[in-house]
């Protein structure tokens, strides 16, 4: 049957090589385990727009699971609350009430280190030269490895907009993106004002 819902709560471990991550399972209402995608979360999902979300759909006949990555991450709290796309196998084999989910990364990430960061800029823009980076993203479940975007995605940006401008002078920005081999850009932004567009001079 298609992907459910189902939220982890990550209680150890953030930043580092390995972490721990709780959910409550209910065998009473017929939940099934296998494949678990986890896409950036939205803390108030109910308001982002639909072209925004990412939409998760599973095709049984393929195997292959996909979903929108958005051009716009809107309203964030934190640059933390971008998260790149994972999948994960349950072992339900375990007894008791712990069982184990291997991870594995099937997206792709751009960390950027920004120094002096105005403490009004709000919004982060990545662009890619002739490639697009966001669209339609799918993940094959027969040999679960990098995803790819379909019809070459939508958009060749992607912009994390923040509710509030920035404290902090420095600042780890990471950006989801199919993998790939890419000439990016960076632009920072606060509202109307424009305090930093850069792009780079090869590809990475």
């Known amino acids: 049957r298609g992907p459910g819902v189902r939220p982890f709560d990550l209680v150890a471990g953030a930043g580092q090589a390995t972490a721990d991550f709780q959910r409550e399972l209910d065998d009473s209402q017929g939940e099934t385990y296998g494949y678990v995608a986890i896409y950036p ?3 108030d ?6 072209s925004d979300r990412t939409n ?5 006949a393929s195997n292959t699971l996909t ?7 809107k309203n964030l709290d ?14 339900m084999s375990a007894t008791g009430d712990k069982h184990q989910a291997s991870f594995k990364y099937v ?23 002739g490639k697009n ?6 993940i094959n479940l027969n040999d679960v490895g990098t995803g790819t975007l379909q019809g ?39 509202d109307g004002i424009v305090y930093l567009e850069k792009t780079a001079s090869k590809e990475n």
Do not use: H
Not at 45 to 50: G, L
Not at 82 to 89: E, H, L
Not at 107 to 129: E, I, R
């Open 45 to 50: 999902y109910t308001s982002t727009p639909e």
């Open 152 to 190: 070459n995605g939508s958009a060749n940006t992607v912009e994390l907009q923040l509710k509030e401008g920035k404290k902090a002078e420095t600042l780890e920005v990471y950006f989801p993106v199919p993998a790939g081999t890419y000439t990016l850009g960076i632009g920072v932004y606060g």
């Open 56 to 60: 998760p759909s599973f095709d049984q």
């Open 41 to 43: 979360y939205y803390a």
């Open 107 to 129: 997206g792709g990430a751009v960390k950027m280190t920004l120094k002096n960061v105005p403490s009004k800029a709000k919004y982060f823009k990545l662009w890619a030269v």
């Open 78 to 91: 934190n640059l933390d609350m971008v998260r790149i796309p994972m999948v994960a196998v349950l072992d």
């Open 67 to 73: 979903f929108n990555l958005p051009a716009k991450y």
């Open 133 to 138: 980076i966001s669209g339609n993203y799918t």
